[in-house]
């Protein structure tokens, strides 16, 4: 089953590979703000990072792993949303090896266990797993010969991020071509991911960067970032979700990612960012609405607010939006810029998405797995249905297998973005 439609709503930029997908930043939006962060929740300076110095620092990390000999191997990443999580990730896998996220929530006895399935060599992590990697690189099991610290913490027998950066810049000061050498098989597993799906044993995805690009291809047809836009970055970045869309996908579209402090600070970081585009799982937005809902009712201006909608709503019948100064107020609390709202993982009452939409803020949502990198059906920026997965991507096939009497069955997937297979 296609999606029947046949027509994409913007016209995409395949990629194939993650090599591609630098070079099309560097070209287009080397200038932009990629990232945007503070050390830490006290701290007020904003560090800005650019597309170019985003890149410079993926190459130079890769050249110092490359001239460490770790081609085609395996490397683990554990930790929190951070700049250096996502130069990492994308150093390793534009120098031929293998990525493998992990779930920084997971007990230790857990981490142990997919670091020694995924046959990791090299992990970088944040400090609070310093005591577990340790232990980790005795075990007799596991192949673990080099640890990392994301922190730069000075302890035996773990190495700085910063002094492994700063050796790659060395080295192509000095002539190296290890990583300018290096050729992507767009084809071959290039990202290690562990999901418990409907099994108590977590399961290894095993992912290509061409899943991965062709899904990116395929959102880009159905939804538009705009390289002016702000995405915040606080699901875990090791779930395919937000890792696709928050990260490969902003940087795609030459947008900025800014780090969020916490869950605590959400709204906080929303308005302190000017945040117009938000990924997020529906427990966050009916938490959001909530609130809304609880401020309207404090302030006594139900029906105010019931009385403004309905004119709103008629005059977009119309084609005429005053949602924005309408609902003023209310926006201003999530910042005043956010547009739109990414989702997915879960259902969400209609309530709760026609009760943004009437406010100015447009939910979309979407379908997907981690088997397929992960999007296979969304909402698009013309097409919304309240409640609905929206409409396959152009380039996936889906069907229906063993359909009960209200149509309800097991969901089989064909197309570019279907894993390669399961450790």
Same mark, same amino acid.
């Given at each position: 089953?296609?999606?029947?439609?046949?027509?994409?709503?913007?016209?995409? /930029?395949?990629?194939?590979?993650?090599?591609?997908?630098?070079?099309?930043?560097? *070209?287009?939006?080397?200038?932009?703000?990629?990232?945007?962060?503070?050390?830490?929740?006290? /701290?007020?300076?904003?560090?800005?990072?650019?597309?170019?110095?985003?890149?410079?620092?993926?190459?130079?990390?890769? *050249?110092?792993?490359?001239?460490?000999?770790?081609?085609?191997?395996?490397?683990?990443?554990?930790?929190?949303?951070?700049?250096?999580? &996502?130069?990492?990730?994308?150093?390793? +896998?534009?120098?031929?090896?293998?990525?493998?996220?992990?779930?920084?929530?997971?007990?230790?006895?857990?981490?142990?266990?997919?670091?020694?399935?995924?046959?990791?060599?090299?992990?970088? !992590?944040?400090?609070?797993?310093?005591?577990?990697?340790?232990?980790?690189?005795?075990?007799?099991?596991?192949?673990?010969?080099?640890?990392?610290?994301?922190?730069?913490?000075?302890?035996?027998?773990?190495?700085?991020?910063?002094?492994?950066?700063?050796?790659?810049?060395?080295?192509?000061?000095?002539?190296? #071509?290890?990583?300018?050498?290096?050729?992507?098989?767009?084809?071959?597993?290039?990202?290690?991911?562990?999901?418990?799906?409907?099994?108590?044993?977590?399961?290894?995805?095993?992912?290509?960067?061409?899943?991965? &690009?062709?899904?990116?291809?395929?959102?880009?047809?159905?939804?538009?970032?705009?390289?002016?836009?702000?995405?915040?970055? !606080?699901?875990?970045?090791?779930?395919?979700?937000?890792?696709?869309?928050?990260?490969?996908?902003?940087?795609?579209?030459?947008?900025?990612? +800014?780090?969020?402090?916490?869950?605590?600070?959400?709204?906080?970081?929303?308005?302190?960012?000017?945040?117009?585009?938000?990924?997020?799982?529906?427990?966050?937005?009916?938490?959001?609405?909530?609130?809304?809902?609880?401020?309207?009712?404090?302030?006594? #201006?139900?029906?105010?607010?019931?009385?403004?909608?309905?004119?709103?709503?008629?005059?977009?019948?119309?084609?005429?939006?005053?949602?924005?100064?309408?609902?003023?107020?209310?926006?201003?609390? !999530?910042?005043?810029?956010?547009?739109?709202?990414?989702?997915?993982?879960?259902?969400?009452?209609?309530?709760?998405?026609?009760?943004?939409?009437?406010?100015?803020?447009?939910?979309?949502?979407?379908?997907?797995?981690?088997?397929?990198?992960?999007?296979?059906? +969304?909402?698009?920026?013309?097409?919304?249905?309240?409640?609905?997965?929206?409409?396959? !991507?152009?380039?996936?096939?889906?069907?229906? /297998?063993?359909?009960?009497?209200?149509?309800?069955?097991?969901?089989?997937?064909?197309?570019?973005?279907?894993?390669?297979?399961?450790?």
């Amino acid at each position: 089953m296609k999606n029947g439609r046949k027509r994409k709503v913007y016209e995409p /930029e395949k990629i194939d590979n993650y090599r591609e997908l630098l070079e099309r930043v560097e *070209t287009k939006f080397g200038k932009n703000i990629a990232y945007k962060y503070k050390k830490n929740a006290k /701290e007020k300076e904003v560090i800005e990072k650019t597309y170019s110095q985003y890149i410079s620092d993926v190459k130079a990390l890769g *050249t110092s792993l490359l001239e460490l000999g770790y081609e085609g191997k395996k490397i683990a990443l554990i930790g929190n949303n951070s700049y250096k999580w &996502c130069t990492t990730y994308m150093a390793t +896998a534009t120098s031929n090896m293998v990525i493998v996220p992990i779930d920084k929530a997971l007990p230790d006895n857990e981490i142990e266990n997919l670091v020694i399935r995924s046959g990791a060599e090299v992990i970088f !992590f944040d400090k609070k797993y310093n005591e577990i990697m340790l232990k980790l690189k005795k075990e007799e099991e596991a192949k673990v010969n080099t640890l990392i610290s994301m922190d730069d913490e000075k302890i035996e027998g773990i190495e700085k991020y910063s002094e492994l950066l700063k050796n790659g810049y060395t080295l192509l000061e000095n002539g190296s #071509k290890k990583y300018e050498k290096i050729e992507i098989d767009n084809d071959k597993m290039s990202i290690l991911l562990f999901t418990s799906g409907t099994t108590s044993s977590p399961k290894g995805v095993m992912l290509s960067q061409k899943n991965i &690009c062709s899904n990116l291809s395929d959102f880009s047809s159905w939804v538009k970032i705009y390289p002016s836009d702000t995405l915040l970055s !606080f699901l875990p970045i090791h779930h395919t979700f937000e890792c696709t869309i928050t990260f490969l996908y902003g940087m795609y579209s030459g947008a900025t990612v +800014a780090f969020c402090d916490g869950l605590k600070y959400i709204q906080k970081n929303m308005q302190e960012y000017k945040v117009s585009i938000l990924v997020a799982v529906p427990l966050v937005l009916e938490t959001m609405y909530k609130k809304i809902q609880k401020g309207i009712k404090e302030q006594k #201006k139900e029906k105010l607010i019931n009385r403004i909608t309905k004119i709103s709503n008629g005059l977009l019948k119309i084609h005429i939006d005053l949602r924005k100064k309408f609902f003023k107020q209310i926006l201003n609390n !999530f910042g005043g810029n956010l547009r739109v709202v990414l989702y997915g993982a879960a259902q969400m009452s209609k309530e709760t998405i026609i009760g943004f939409n009437n406010i100015g803020i447009e939910l979309i949502q979407g379908y997907g797995l981690t088997e397929t990198s992960p999007v296979i059906a +969304a909402e698009t920026d013309k097409e919304k249905r309240p409640g609905s997965v929206g409409l396959v !991507f152009d380039d996936l096939e889906v069907k229906i /297998e063993n359909k009960d009497e209200e149509g309800v069955g097991e969901i089989l997937v064909k197309g570019p973005s279907v894993m390669l297979r399961i450790l």
